[in-house]
């Protein structure tokens, strides 16, 4: 197979040609104990797969935030969810991922990412 077909290939095994959103989880070891970074990362894994949502997945060594994790963060959404359990993570996959409804007593921040030379969902100018 050729670089370009590897590459694309991956893409295609990484879910990016259907996904609607991504995921990354941090597992620690600074924010939490990476024990419990696994565990919320497996289930993540096994409910991802087993719904078959477009939603690609990304485990993250640290989001420097090191307190309060493990981290769990939505994109294009920019909410970022803490303390994920496995419990938690699986409420996450369904209700936010599957029904579009953000599980809002446990996010912690909300940042979309926007453009800088483009107005933000607001409507206001481009920060400079
Ligand atoms: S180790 Fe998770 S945010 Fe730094």
């Given at each position: 197979m050729a670089r370009k077909e590897k590459i694309e290939a991956g893409f295609e095994k990484a879910g990016l040609?259907?996904?609607?959103r991504h995921v990354f989880l941090c597992t620690g070891p600074d924010c939490c104990d990476p024990e419990a970074g696994q565990a919320a990362w497996d289930e993540l894994k096994r409910r991802l797969k087993d719904s078959g949502l477009p939603v690609m997945r990304t485990k993250a060594a640290?989001?420097?935030?090191?307190?309060?994790?493990?981290w769990l963060v939505v994109y294009p959404d920019g909410i970022w969810y803490g303390e994920m359990t496995a419990k938690r993570v699986s409420r996450i996959v369904t209700?936010?991922?599957?029904?579009?409804?953000?599980?809002?007593?446990?996010?912690a921040q909300v940042h979309p990412l926007e453009p800088a030379d483009e107005p933000d969902r607001d409507g206001r100018p481009p920060r400079r």
């Open positions: 040609p259907t996904a609607r640290c989001f420097r935030v090191c307190h309060g994790g493990p209700e936010h991922l599957g029904e579009g409804r953000p599980v809002k007593e446990w996010i």
